[in-house]
């Protein structure tokens, strides 16, 4: 679950032909109040501009209210519109916010979030060399659809876990003297209520075995490399402006 970090509520970097306009948005079940610039917000995603500029009781009143959303990780979003990037972080409830604002940045259309939030959470697990725990694992799978990008990175992290550090095997059958049985329970709790997620780690299992000559393939991206630029983003095809602006 995310953790419940200090918001953002004051803006900071302010353009000046912002307005004056304002509106409301309390986030969370404890209605934790952010007060942002109208023009912003609805010029972020047709979520918030559909709701602000409609006919809705949003509209009329300035006021909207996201009692299902975490306020920490509403912090990062609205830190991210007034800043045009992400807070810095190094713990694992950073992590955790990461994950979950690349799902409401899912939730509200906003493709571009979406990608920066997930160059972060790559780079954030390479630089400490972390991986995904299986709780964090079944959280996700349930909060994302079948052809989630966050889905494939979650499980692609977490199968390679199990990998790391083998190099590559004449006889894949090694791998299995390398898990220990503790490993084999936490799989069985993990996979044995989730039809769609066992079929989906067996898969990536499977592929992982057959790179075994070639090396096992770290999702975790360097900037040094153009590897994993676009595996995981959720823009369309020759959209990618990382990926342009590191082969020029």
Partial sequence: MASEAQPVTTPVALEPNLGNKMVTIYVGPKRKEFTIHKKLICGSADYFEKAFNGDFKEGREGIMYLPEDNSGVFSFFVDWLYRST??????????????????????ICHTKLADNVMDRIQDTCKEHHWFISDELLKEIWGLTETESKLRRWAIDLNV??????????????????HIDDNRYKDLWKLLQNDFDLFKTFLIKFEYMTQCRNEGFPDPRRSRESNQWYCTYHSHEEEKCVAARLKLK
């Fill in 160 to 177: 390679y876990q199990m990998f790391e550090n083998k190099g590559s095997m004449e006889d894949v059958d090694d791998i299995f003297w």
């Fill in 86 to 107: 992400l807070p810095a972080g190094h713990t694992q409830p950073y992590l955790a916010n990461l994950y979950h604002l690349w799902i409401f940045a899912t939730k």
